[in-house]
């Protein structure tokens, strides 16, 4: 697989779209931290990290919807930097999304961020992907 982190966005899509409640990714650190940081946003409802399904382990989401209409918390999730042209910013230049409403999640010396928290610690990045 050439984009790990794009399959893991895919996969979260596609479940969104056809309005599963639990879906199942392979696990990996960087996907472990990007999961973290939709529970703790409010994208998602709870995760699971299994660790005796194969040697990699896998990553169980729960999904959000409303319970009224059924529409997801996950409007859009677009993957920004990608292996054939890399994303990065400064600590200046740190994209918005939605005006900040939205999330940018960006990799950076500190670990694995929001665009709030890179601001704050004034460090840039990787910008991994955008989720409103």
Known sequence: ?????????????????????????????????????????????NYKFDEEVNYQGSIKIALKYHPADGTSAIKSLTRASKPGL?????????????????????STSKGVIT?????????GGEVLCYVY
């Open 1 to 45: 697989m050439t984009d790990p982190i794009a399959d893991y966005l895919t996969r979260l899509r596609n479940a969104i779209k056809a309005k599963h409640k639990v879906v199942e990714i392979p696990a990996s650190n960087i996907k472990k931290e990007i999961t973290k940081i939709l529970k703790e946003k409010g994208y998602i409802l």
């Open 115 to 123: 665009d709030k928290e890179a601001k704050e610690l004034n460090v």
């Open 86 to 106: 890399r994303k990065y910013c400064d600590t200046d230049k740190i994209p918005r999304v939605l005006n900040g409403l939205g999330v940018a999640i960006i």
